[in-house]
């Protein structure tokens, strides 16, 4: 069975920080385009909102303007995962962070394609910033 499972989410006050990690297992995604999204809700697709995404090769890179400077992401091909380094957290950076993958798409295009063209998605993580 191919899985995308994150981990690392929890509570933290303003101004704080997260890491947020999502194991890939089932099949190597060293191939694939990975990415963070976010959603105000645990379930459904409402309001989810491209975080940030690194090609399979670890080199390309593209954010959303609301995390540039703060989040950085990452990947481990040797451990089939990618992490999302959230800095200087903000009470609106609050959601469920969900990971993705996806083998045709560039980081620039996970940004901006139908959800439903995404191959696979994560479970997704809660994230509170709050004081």
């Known amino acids: 069975q191919v899985q995308l499972v994150e981990s690392g989410g929890g509570l933290v006050q303003p101004g704080g920080s997260l890491r947020l990690s999502c194991a890939g297992s089932g099949r190597s995604f060293n191939s694939d385009t990975m990415g963070w999204f976010r959603q105000p809700s645990a379930k459904g697709r409402r309001g989810r909102q491209f975080?940030?995404?690194?090609?399979?090769?670890?080199?390309?890179?593209h954010y959303a303007d609301s995390v540039k400077g703060r989040f950085t992401i990452s990947r481990d091909s040797t451990k089939n995962t990618v992490d999302l380094q959230m800095n200087n957290l903000k009470t609106e950076d609050t959601g469920f962070y969900f990971c993705?993958?996806?083998?045709?798409?560039?980081?620039?295009?996970?940004?901006?394609?139908?959800?439903?063209?995404?191959?696979?998605w994560g479970q997704g993580i809660q994230v509170t910033v709050s004081s």
């Open positions: 993705a993958a996806d083998r045709q798409a560039t980081p620039q295009a996970l940004a901006i394609n139908n959800l439903g063209s995404i191959h696979y």
């Open positions: 975080v940030a995404a690194i090609s399979y090769t670890g080199v390309g890179t």
